[in-house]
């Protein structure tokens, strides 16, 4: 079992709260940044506006703006992003892969083996860190207005395409449409078995094992966890394993890693869910040579973070990025492919 830690790996889901409010009945009225800025102690008014501006907060059900006066029995809902978590983000000089870059936002190519964010065992060396270090350099007289938010996440050990905000404002309005479903994603992963249908759909809680908690875990009558939809369509049919492209609607913690293990199909290679022992072919010592070849050039879960799709915070304008499969998934396609071939 691996030593991994789900802490330090949420998803976009579990980045934002949603708030409920109803406005008591003898309440003088109010501008609601005013209201909420009294209900919500440890959120500053400027995000409470920023949230406004991104059109999270509703009252009966309709976007306002921060100068909307609150009436009694008003019902008050609002999506915002979790406050920065309580660690200094140290500026580091780490290589990173940025695809584009632009005032408000910028999208990273994630290496493999990289974390996200500090916490728990991993106070320095993550990609916040980096680009930290990446804004201080760039935008020298800039650096106070300048951040990196978080809007989603992907595992450590999972490679792939991520959003990063640079200000409050742009972070809202992309967690808006996280939240929403609204977000186009699409992964590439290696799994065991083979499929009979050449695509499908999996829904199922998913949440923390409760015999585990360092794993994930899906409970298909809904007694726990959150609602979670995974499309997959077959790419390849490798024999033993196959190549699938995954298309998430929610985003929970090891989303694709947990349904696929409840389908019987867990990731090549994911000690976390057991994919890390060979689960399908045959008995012959030079198979089990070669399977073990191949977790020697993939030792993670193979799966990639392929395109995201978003509406950009600012221009209103669709943007797409789309990245190559890395070097480590790639070999073990192609040897699985050689594989088959001369069996």
């Known amino acids: 079992m691996s030593e991994e830690i789900i802490n330090d790996e949420n998803t976009e889901q579990e980045l934002f709260e949603h708030f409920r409010f109803e406005a008591e009945p003898g309440l003088k009225i109010v501008r609601i940044d005013k209201f909420l800025s009294g209900k919500m102690l440890n959120t500053s008014r400027s995000r409470i506006q920023n949230a406004a501006k991104a059109g999270t907060i509703l009252v009966n059900g309709k976007a306002v703006k921060s100068n909307y006066k609150v009436k009694p029995k008003d019902i008050i809902s609002v999506v915002m992003s979790h406050p920065p978590r309580d660690v200094e983000i140290i500026p580091q000089d780490i290589p990173i892969d940025i695809m584009y870059e632009d005032e408000d936002i910028i999208v990273v190519h994630k290496a493999a083996g990289m974390v996200v964010h500090p916490g728990h065992n991993n106070y320095d060396g993550t990609l916040l860190n980096a680009l930290r270090f990446h804004i201080d350099q760039k935008y020298p007289d800039h650096r106070a207005e300048m951040e990196a938010n978080l809007v989603h996440r992907i595992d450590k050990d999972t490679s792939g395409v991520l959003l990063v905000a640079k200000n409050e404002l742009a972070q809202a309005r992309l967690g ?72 998430l609607e929610t985003g929970r913690t090891h989303q694709i890693r947990a349904h696929m293990k409840y389908i019987g199909h867990p990731l090549f290679s994911d000690a ?59 070999a073990v396609f192609e040897k699985w492919r050689n594989y088959r071939v001369g069996e």
């Open 176 to 247: 808006k449409q996280f939240f929403d479903h609204t977000i186009e994603r699409k992964y590439i992963a290696l799994v065991w078995g083979d499929f009979k249908e050449d695509e499908g759909t999996i829904e199922g809680h998913i949440g923390r094992s409760l015999k585990d908690r360092r794993v994930m875990t899906v409970f298909p009558d809904g007694e726990y966890g959150k609602s979670a939809i995974t499309h997959y369509k077959v790419i390849e049919r490798l024999g033993y394993v196959t190549a699938i492209q995954c298309q």
């Open 272 to 330: 976390t869910y057991g994919g890390d022992q060979i689960l399908k072919g045959t008995t012959f010592t030079k198979y089990k040579q070669f399977v073990n070849n191949c977790f020697k050039l993939i030792p993670r879960q193979a799966l990639h973070a392929k395109s995201l799709g978003f509406v950009h915070p600012s221009t209103g304008e669709y943007m797409f990025f789309d990245s190559e499969l890395p070097e480590d998934m790639q």
